[in-house]
């Protein structure tokens, strides 16, 4: 099996792979490293928020990562980064991210399957001098169902440590966190005309709140197919001013509005 990191799966599985990439894990398989093609002419993307004065930019381009085992087919675009050193971790994370994503996919694969293909699409959502911030969606379509099944995960670094921002970082009390924003997602997805039918996905556990990104109006959370009732993934942007008293002072700091 090759190794593109990308992938796209059923909420259980890739709630584990968040969980795993937030940590910090490293690919599991050495098998699934190997045909990766990246595209010279890729259009860079265009993250939020200006790079900070005090520190090269990053540059930005698109990679291909692609690979092939029995009738599972998987091809999914990610961002990378180049320039200062903070670049290559970046890089590993984006890639460790998706490959959890690949692999998870791959394992439910079964001998004699139909046709499955996998695609994903990576984009640099904040890349401000504090952090770099990549958001990882996947369409996992299997020849002859009904619907294909999404997924998200999420890559936040803290550039200045060049190490990832998990939720122990974001929350002083991350189970207290979660059991005050369980209600305010639940009110925002109301307003929306999406309620949650399955309260279970919003319960206080790390796995259920691992996808989020941070932006000059608030925290984004996001929720996987089924994950709160339903098909599809879900995101809500919780404001700052229902949020910030949750975080820790250096989350407000490294997050927060500029």
């Known amino acids: 099996m090759s190794t593109s990191r990308p992938a796209r799966w059923g909420a259980a599985v890739l709630l584990a792979g968040i969980t795993a990439s937030a940590c910090g894990a490293e690919p599991a398989s050495p098998a699934l490293a190997s045909d990766s093609t990246t595209s010279p002419s890729a ?31 998987w091809d999914v675009t990610v961002p990378r980064a180049a320039g ?24 439910t694969v079964l001998d004699g399957d139909p046709p499955r293909l996998l695609t994903g699409e990576g984009t640099v959502t904040t890349d401000d001098g504090r952090t770099v911030q990549v958001l990882l969606e996947f369409v996992d379509s299997t020849e002859g169902t009904a619907h294909p099944t999404t997924s998200v995960t999420t890559v936040v670094l803290d550039v200045a440590r060049q190490e990832p921002v998990v939720l122990g970082d974001v929350f002083s009390d991350p189970r207290a966190a ?61 404001p700052w001013d229902r949020v910030e008293h949750l975080l820790t002072p250096g989350a407000r700091e490294l997050l927060g509005p500029v």
């Open 84 to 107: 200062p050193a903070v670049a290559g971790e970046v890089n590993r994370r984006v890639t460790v991210s998706a490959d959890h994503v690949v692999e998870a996919a791959a394992a």
């Open 43 to 73: 259009t860079p993307s265009t993250p939020s928020g200006e790079p900070s004065a005090t520190r090269e930019a990053l540059r930005w381009k698109e990679e291909h990562l692609t690979g092939s085992e029995g009738t599972f087919t």
């Open 178 to 238: 979660f059991e005050a924003l369980a209600p305010v997602v639940e009110e925002i997805a109301d307003a929306a005309g999406e309620p949650v039918t399955d309260p279970e996905g919003l319960a206080p556990e790390e796995a259920n709140w691992a996808a989020w990104q941070s932006g000059e109006d608030g925290i984004t959370f996001w929720f996987q197919d089924h994950q709160l009732g339903g098909h599809g993934t879900r995101q809500y942007l919780v």
